[in-house]
């Protein structure tokens, strides 16, 4: 079965570091999609990314976020200067098209920032 | 109000239980109504979604949309210990898919 895979599976940085998190999406798929998820609350949505810009953000993806396709198959995010709460586990998705059904996620890249 | 809530359990049921799971969202512009399943430090898996109002079943899994109480339920019959996950439910407006998710119910099935 195809798979969404997110490197590094954890992450400790140091606040004011950069940090980049990287994804592999499923590979016919054209929309790719940021979230997070800070322990013990709810999934966030972070960025929603289709031909090559960003096509949504919520108010949490503030200036210190960034993505990137920089070929083609890698989709990343990068932390600018990391703060103590942007600890949370990020999580990729992609999906082939606007169906509802073809939204695949990646197991996590869980960010600790210390 | 928040957009979308979800008791947060822990539900624990014995093998076997019918499993309520419920979720009520307060914008009325959801159309499309998902369930995903969240195994712990994984990532959300999608079990099903429905349409706006109405019944979806799959296999042991249905699921309701009340679109005039905003009110959402995933039903599980024949619960299974594998069964225990975190649920969560996830509105969606038409032509969007930007997912809001509820907080999740955390189920326990146990032998």
């Known amino acids: 079965e195809p798979e969404v895979t997110q490197t590094p599976s954890h992450q400790v940085t140091q606040m004011g570091q950069e940090v980049i998190l990287r994804c592999v999406p499923i590979?016919?798929?054209?929309?790719f999609y940021w979230y997070r998820q800070i322990l013990g609350q709810k999934v966030e949505f972070l960025v929603s990314?289709?031909?090559?810009?960003?096509?949504?953000k919520s108010e949490i993806f503030d200036d210190q976020f960034s993505v990137e396709r920089p070929d083609g198959s890698n989709f990343t995010l990068k932390i600018r200067s990391t703060k103590l709460e942007d600890s949370a586990m990020y999580f990729c998705?992609?999906?082939?098209?606007?169906?509802?059904?073809?939204?695949?996620f990646g197991e996590g890249s869980w960010l600790t920032v210390v | 109000q928040k957009e979308v809530e979800q008791d947060p359990g822990p539900l624990s049921v014995p093998e076997g239980a019918i499993v309520s799971l419920n979720c009520t969202y307060s914008?009325?512009?959801?159309?499309?109504f998902m369930w995903y399943r969240q195994y712990s430090r994984k990532g959300p898996e999608l079990l099903m979604y429905?349409?706006?109002?109405g019944n979806k079943e799959d296999g042991r899994f249905t699921a309701q949309v009340d679109k005039s109480s905003k009110y959402i339920s995933l039903f599980i019959r024949d619960s299974q210990p594998s069964d225990s996950a975190t649920y969560l439910c996830?509105?969606?407006?038409?032509?969007?898919?930007?997912?809001?998710f509820g907080t999740g119910t955390q189920l326990k099935v146990e032998l």
């Open positions: 996830a509105p969606l407006t038409g032509g969007g898919n930007k997912l809001t």
């Open positions: 590979s016919n798929h054209l929309y």
């Open positions: 429905t349409y706006s109002s």
């Open positions: 990314f289709y031909n090559n810009e960003i096509s949504e």
């Open positions: 998705a992609s999906s082939a098209g606007r169906n509802l059904d073809t939204i695949y």
């Open positions: 914008n009325s512009a959801f159309q499309y």
